[in-house]
Structure formats: C-alpha cells, structure tokens
C-alpha cells in the first residue's frame, strides 16, 4: 500500500524557519517524481515544488521560490521541504505528494505548519 | 502563475449531471494535455480522479469523466450521488515543471 507520511509541522514565529519531512512508502519512492502542496485554512489547493527522481530537475511556485527548498534522500524513501523566512501567509497544511503524469495520485495526510507570533 | 479559475459552487439532484469549468490560458491547459482533477472531502486529503485530461485512476466511477476544449477543461460528474459531494479541483502543467491549480468548486447534492 502506498503510504506518505509528513512531519514537521508546528508553530513557528514570522521569519522563522521550519524543515518538513516526508516518510514513503509501498512503492519504489526512486522511481517516482515528487511535489509539495499546501493549503491555507478554508482556501484552496497551491502547487509549491516539483523535484524529479535524481534532483537534476526542481522548480518552485514564485511564492516561495528563494524561501523554500526541496530535496530527496532516495536511500531513505524520504523527502524534504526546508522553509525559510516564513510569513503569517504560509500557514497551511503541507502535502507530501507523487507526482503521475503532470498530476498527484497519492497524497500524505498532510502536516499543519502555523506561521504566527 | 495565476490560478486556474472554477466557479465557487455547482449541484444537481441525485441521478443528474454537473459539469464544472476549469479555465486557464494559452501557456497552461490550453498548452498541454496534462489536466488533473481532483475531489476532496472535509478534512481530507485530495484523491486522483482524473489524469491527462481525459484518463480515470483505476478504482474511479466512470460516472466521471473528462475533456478540454481550447483554454477550458471540464470535469462531469454523471449519475450524482451522495458521496460525490466534495470539494473539486483541477491543476495544469504550466511549462518549466511548474504547475497551478484551480480555485475550486464546491458540489452540492441536493
């Protein structure tokens, strides 16, 4: 079974910084491209990073592109999200999710991560 | 990267139809077949139902069903049922690995 599980979340003052983790497994985790996804409490969804199988390939949402970072350990089955200089606007929970064919077929139940002072 | 836009709301009745809009532009949905949609209760993560605009994740109804049209792409959801209140959402390829999702509509099953 396909399993994503995060962690990392918590409450982080304005400019502080937090690292998300994401646990797979049920599948061969080097052989699949990965996203970040999050969403603001009652908003929609937003697409943040996009990291490919070997991490020659990663882009950012304009949102946090120079605040946020996304990297992989293929020998863990693990991804990661380091986010800097975070804002009262980046509370939201934050998917783990794998990427299938320009889309996600598999999501992690996500981690709250609440930006405020 | 705007969001794709949606209308807030859509409903019908059990056993009827609703189609929800998914609009983009030129340099996203109008660009590539890589269309997705999504359904979402409360309090839980997004599923997969729909891929490459038209392609159903093996284990989704084929009450649901997808197409594109120029800068528009639509998700129809036939046969309504109960459990199909949700919330949906479609997302697009947008060039240089970046994507973008829409703003979301919520399906009412009256």
């Known amino acids: 079974e396909v399993q994503m599980v995060e962690s990392g979340g918590g409450l982080v003052q304005p400019g502080g910084s937090l690292r998300l983790s994401c646990s797979a497994s049920?599948?061969?985790?080097?052989?699949?491209?990965m996203d970040w996804v999050r969403q603001a409490p009652g908003k929609g969804l937003e697409w943040l990073s996009f990291i490919s199988t070997t991490s020659s390939t990663i882009s950012y949402a304009d949102s946090v592109k120079g605040r946020f970072t996304i990297s992989r350990d293929n020998a863990k089955d693990s991804l990661y999200l380091q986010m800097d200089s975070l804002r009262a606007e980046d509370t939201a929970v934050y998917y783990c999710?794998?990427?299938?064919?320009?889309?996600?077929?598999?999501w992690g139940q996500g981690t709250l991560v609440t930006v405020s002072s | 990267q705007s969001a794709l836009t949606q209308p807030p709301s859509a409903s019908g009745s059990p056993g009827q139809s609703v189609t929800i809009s998914c609009t983009g532009t030129?340099?996203?949905?109008?660009?590539?077949?890589?269309v997705s949609w999504y359904q979402q209760h409360p309090g839980k993560a997004p599923k997969l139902m729909i891929y490459?605009?038209?392609k159903r994740p093996s284990g989704v109804p084929d009450r649901f069903s997808g197409s594109k049209s120029g800068n528009t792409a639509s998700l129809t959801v036939s046969g309504l049922q109960a459990e199909d209140e949700a919330d949906y959402y479609c997302?697009?390829?947008?060039?240089?690995?970046?994507?973008?999702f829409g703003t979301g509509t919520k399906v009412t099953v009256l």
């Open positions: 999710a794998r990427h299938y064919r320009g889309g996600v077929d598999y």
């Open positions: 030129s340099s996203d949905v109008g660009a590539y077949n890589y």
């Open positions: 490459e605009v038209t």
């Open positions: 997302s697009s390829y947008a060039d240089s690995y970046n994507y973008v």
């Open positions: 049920g599948f061969t985790f080097s052989n699949y491209n």
